[in-house]
């Protein structure tokens, strides 16, 4: 059975600062990777997806993987009150007959 | 192009009653999902259906069924509701892309919200 652990906050940042979401996993077969957001009574938004180690960058937002050390994060830079919501880790290991195992959340919020 | 709905939104039953939670998707997804959120608990898998005809057992089945009446409609179904099902059950659906990686992203619908007395 696969883990997914995160910090389940809140994680409180000011407005236009940089706010870092953490997570690792526990199944070394797992090969995607998603951060998704979600607004409190809303379903969850998939906000970025990464597949190889390394950065990937969307706008404010950058995804980091590190399949060694089996970590995932996601950097929101200029952080805004509009991003307060509760971000969710996501892997997935198709390939080998598993689903998506999703973390259980962390909660942000920031602040003006 | 609605993505993935469900019905209904809201409902409350008494212990022991039946209901069917509906899902529909119209992206043509192969892969459809069903979800419960408990508070601190995160997304739990209930079941799950590859492919059109097939389906199978998540994490947390107990206590519910599922049907894959065809590609775009995924039901679940608590024959006798338990207190212990009052949650927030999501519906999902993807599509894999087989390129340099395997890309699969899941697409939820809005949720329906289940109070069991």
């Known amino acids: 059975q696969k883990e997914v652990e995160q910090n389940s906050g809140p994680l409180s940042v000011p407005e236009g600062a940089i706010a870092s979401l953490n997570c690792t996993y526990s199944?070394?077969?797992?090969?995607?990777f998603f951060w998704y957001r979600q607004y409190s009574g809303k379903s969850p938004e998939l906000i970025m997806s990464i597949y190889s180690n390394g950065d990937k960058e969307d706008g404010r937002f950058t995804a980091q993987l590190n399949k060694a050390s089996q970590y995932v994060s996601l950097l929101i830079r200029d952080s805004q009150p509009s991003d307060s919501a509760t971000y969710l880790c996501a892997v997935n290991g198709r390939n080998y007959g598993q689903n998506f195992v999703f973390g259980p959340g962390t909660r942000l919020s920031v602040l003006p | 192009n609605a993505g993935v709905t469900q019905t209904p939104k809201f409902q409350v039953l008494k212990t022991g009653q039946s209901m069917t939670l509906q899902c529909a998707q119209d992206?043509?997804?192969?892969?459809m999902y069903w979800y419960r959120q408990d508070p601190g608990m995160g997304l739990r898998l209930i079941y799950y259906?590859?492919?059109?005809?097939?389906?199978d057992k998540g994490e947390v089945p107990n206590g519910y069924n599922v049907s894959r009446l065809n590609k775009r409609e995924f039901s679940l179904r608590l024959e006798s509701a338990a207190p212990s099902q009052t949650s927030v059950y999501f519906c999902?659906?993807?599509?894999?892309?087989?390129?340099?990686?395997?890309?699969?992203?899941?697409?939820f619908g809005p949720g329906t919200r289940l109070l069991v007395l």
């Open positions: 999902a659906s993807s599509e894999v892309e087989r390129g340099a990686a395997l890309q699969e992203t899941q697409y």
């Open positions: 199944d070394r077969v797992s090969q995607s």
């Open positions: 259906s590859a492919s059109e005809g097939t389906t």
């Open positions: 992206m043509n997804h192969n892969s």
